[in-house]
């Protein structure tokens, strides 16, 4: 929680409060005064911001699922390999390091983003040259299920890889990012309209504030829910949870 608190003091929460401070003195000196209904304006702000809260949930929630079929299919074919009687002690635990490597570079290329993705996904066919090479120490049956998994593990990475790179609708968010601004503008001189006389300055100041705060931090969750990988939001997955059991090699040797 502390982090996620500690997270509001970015450049873009800033320019909300700053924008929403600049506007309540310049509209209380300047005897500002919004009369117009909001109701419209504060559809125009709220249907972007709930769109795109719902599609960066999504995209959560779908590579919660994918890492966690990635996960067990990495496992599954850790597993299939171990079950190869046939295969040499030094070879079951070369392709055992090798399935470790893969499943933590993956993992590391998730959270920071860094490396290019093509050669990512790429290095999964490793496994494939293995099965190739030491052909004549598998039998049917390993060879099927490795093939088998690896199938789910390649549609399950390329997904993950595909949620790294693209976010939700950059449309949404920047008529979202637009409308927002200009509400953080507009409210004080329109609260300063209607309850003016009925509320003191402090007070008006204070709602201002704390609304454009909330407007910040719904931003903030839908932009840090893009990216559930990044170990940057309150709410990013563990990846703790889904760590490979690092002790593949100990049962080989």
């Known amino acids: ?69 990635f996960n067990a299919g990495m496992i599954a074919v850790s597993d299939s390999f171990l079950q190869a009687n046939t295969l040499s002690k030094a070879n079951q635990q070369k392709i055992q390091k090798i399935i470790a490597d893969l499943h933590g570079n993956y993992v590391e ?5 860094s490396g290019d993705a093509s050669m990512v996904l790429a290095s999964f066919s490793q496994i494939t040259f293995f099965l190739v090479q030491h052909n004549d120490q598998l039998d049917t049956k390993v060879t099927f299920s490795v093939n088998k998994y690896m199938r789910y593990v390649n549609e399950c990475g390329v997904y993950l890889v595909s949620t790294k790179q ?43 504030f704390i609304s454009s705060l909330t ?11 893009e990216d559930p990988f990044d170990q940057d939001g309150f709410d990013d997955i563990r990846f703790e949870m889904f760590s490979f059991p690092a002790n593949r090699q100990k049962i080989v040797s």
């Open 215 to 225: 407007l910040a931090s719904l931003q903030l969750i839908q932009r840090q829910l």
């Open 1 to 69: 929680m502390k982090k996620w608190l500690l997270s509001l003091l970015n450049p873009q929460t800033l320019v909300f409060l700053g924008v929403a401070i600049v506007s309540f003195f310049s509209a209380a000196y300047f005897n500002l005064r919004v009369s117009h209904n909001m109701i419209l304006f504060s559809l125009v702000i709220s249907f972007p911001l709930v769109f795109s809260l719902q599609a960066a949930y999504k995209v959560r929630e779908r590579a919660r699922e994918y890492l966690s079929g």
């Open 109 to 113: 290329y998730l959270k920071n983003g």
């Open 166 to 208: 693209h976010k939700t609708v950059r449309g949404i968010r920047v008529l979202s990012t637009i409308a927002l601004h200009l509400f953080t503008f507009i409210q004080a001189a329109y609260l300063l309209n209607t309850v003016g006389g009925l509320l003191p300055n402090a007070l008006i100041f204070f709602i201002s």
